[in-house]
């Protein structure tokens, strides 16, 4: 099974910014095949949804918690997604996670309809 590989996290000042990077570790996975998301879990708590992106990008969704802080893209000539978190607060640390989808988009917000995982990348964001 095809591996897909975040980048980007690191440690940041509240009110700052960082830029995820999704990307497929092999050649045959074609991204535009695939909702893509965006989860995180944060320590001692469960894992949930943050953005989706449906197959050519005409529809975005987004958790509450981080509507109007961060934009999901994608660049499906370059096979990768990415997650511009801008305005960053200390509970948006977390591990995120990169997922694909192949259901229809009603099912972008649920982990289980996500057949493919990252291992992902850790985002401290400090007060």
């Known amino acids: 099974q095809v591996q897909l590989v975040e980048s980007g996290g690191g440690l940041v000042q509240a009110g700052g910014s960082l830029r995820l990077s999704c990307a497929a570790s092999?050649?045959?996975?074609?991204?535009?095949?695939?909702?893509m998301g965006w989860f995180r879990q944060a320590p001692g708590k469960e894992r949930e949804f943050v953005a989706a992106?449906?197959?050519?990008?005409?529809?975005?969704n987004y958790a509450d918690s981080v509507k109007g802080r961060f934009t999901i893209s994608r660049d499906n000539a370059k096979d990768t997604v990415y997650l511009q978190m801008n305005s960053l607060k200390p509970e948006d640390t977390a591990v995120y996670y990169c997922?694909?989808?192949?259901?229809?988009?009603?099912?972008?917000?649920?982990?289980?309809?996500?057949?493919?995982w990252g291992q992902g990348t850790k985002v401290t964001v400090s007060s």
């Open positions: 092999e050649r045959t996975f074609s991204i535009s095949d695939y909702i």
């Open positions: 992106i449906s197959w050519n990008g005409g529809a975005t």
């Open positions: 997922a694909a989808n192949r259901l229809s988009w009603p099912h972008a917000t649920t982990y289980a309809a996500y057949d493919y």
